[in-house]
């Protein structure tokens, strides 16, 4: 079975600066993809980023990119710029490639924006 | 883009009494949805697998007559909390995937609906 880690609960960053959040996942699958969601206090799931397994090129989204590192199997996101309304919960998740195939989360972590 | 939407987004019921959440995709067809309970700072789980046709799949430990789920069409889920009692208040969330050619394999997720059992 896949599993996701996210080991870190909460970080902190200092708007305009720059955070990473940590994520590793295991799986014996060629074929899956990779996602990070952000969870205002709204509770929606946002969707930030998304990485094809096959593709060795790293995601990039506005200030959001992602350190897709296939063979250690570390999936970490990126937030240049940070601001204020980053503050979120992160959620890394994985997905085989199947079309109905469910998403597999890590624990989530939450990251506060200092001012 | 993909929408999905959820009602109600809160519903406070009475212990005992029966609660329905709808889940619906707005603009493409999902022969699959998935439906998650989330405590407080803490990640989703899945509770089902729901099946345009056919039976829901459910998680170990998830009581299959509390949480009955029926895939009505390719647009429509629907979960009802039977005979509900206060610890089955939570925020629970639906969930489905875009087959379309263009989704980039991505899931879409509903509003989630905050369950309050009085």
């Known amino acids: 079975a896949q599993t996701v880690t996210q080991s870190q609960p909460e970080m902190s960053v200092q708007e305009a600066e720059t955070v990473t959040l940590s994520c590793t996942y295991d799986t014996s699958e060629s074929d899956y993809y990779l996602f990070w969601y952000k969870q205002p206090p709204s509770r929606q799931m946002i969707l930030v980023i998304r990485q094809e397994a096959y593709k060795q090129q790293n995601a990039t989204e506005n200030r959001f990119s992602v350190n897709f590192q296939k063979a250690a199997k570390s999936f970490s996101l990126k937030i240049s710029d940070s601001q204020l309304g980053d503050a979120a919960m992160y959620f890394c998740?994985?997905?085989?490639?199947?079309?109905?195939?469910?998403?597999?989360f890590g624990k989530g972590i939450t990251l506060s924006v200092r001012p | 883009g993909a929408v999905v939407s959820q009602h109600p987004s809160r519903v406070i019921c009475k212990s005992g009494t029966s609660v329905k959440i709808e889940c619906r995709s707005l603009?493409?067809?999902?022969?699959?949805m998935f439906w998650y309970r989330q405590f407080p700072k803490k990640s989703l789980m899945l509770m089902a697998t729901?099946?345009?046709?056919?039976?829901?799949?459910?998680e170990q430990g998830v009581e299959k007559d509390k949480f009955l789920i029926n895939h009505a069409s390719l647009t429509l889920s629907t979960l009802t909390v039977t005979s509900a009692h206060p610890e089955d208040s939570s925020f629970y969330i639906c969930?489905?995937?875009?087959?379309?050619?263009?989704?980039?394999?991505?899931?879409?997720f509903g509003e989630g609906s905050w369950l309050t059992v009085v």
């Open positions: 998740a994985y997905r085989s490639g199947g079309a109905n195939s469910k998403l597999t």
């Open positions: 729901s099946n345009e046709g056919s039976k829901a799949t459910y």
């Open positions: 603009d493409f067809q999902a022969t699959t």
């Open positions: 969930s489905a995937p875009n087959p379309g050619r263009n989704s980039g394999n991505t899931i879409y």
